[in-house]
């Protein structure tokens, strides 16, 4: 069984598209913990494995995931989700709902941590540049 949605990309354009995220959303999520402010918060990244440490607000973990040519999520709130390249979106989708990983990011931080968050990832051919 085919997996719904899945990137229909080359391995190359792969690991280009996804080394773009994941740098941009450690830079986003590193310059948000610096405004912030709080010691309880931190952000690692390591493997193409992405850990935000949000003390009581929980751990997301962001990773590659090659062999599927995705990007999969682990949030405190909205638990797994896949995200497959989409290239009419020009963005990391998750089939089953449409949004986007930016997306979803900028709408539970935001919740979560009470203020405003834009991590920034509207499109990925912009992290490329």
């Known amino acids: 069984m085919t997996p719904i949605g899945r990137s229909h990309i080359s391995l190359e354009k792969y690991h ?15 310059n948000l913990l610096d405004v912030l402010g709080n010691p309880s918060y931190e952000v690692e990244y390591h493997s193409g494995v992405l850990t935000l440490s949000l003390g009581e607000h929980g751990t997301y973990v962001i990773n590659k995931q090659p062999p599927n040519k995705q ?41 979560a941590l009470q203020q405003d968050v834009d991590l920034r990832l509207s499109t990925i051919s912009a992290q490329l540049d």
């Open 71 to 111: 990007i999969w999520l682990s949030s405190p709130f909205s638990g797994p989700k896949r995200y497959d390249y989409s290239e009419a979106d020009d963005n990391w989708v998750y089939s089953r709902d449409g949004l986007a990983l930016g997306n979803l990011m900028n709408a539970e931080l935001s919740n």
């Open 16 to 30: 280009l598209l996804s080394d773009a995220t994941m740098d941009a959303l450690l830079e986003s999520l590193e």
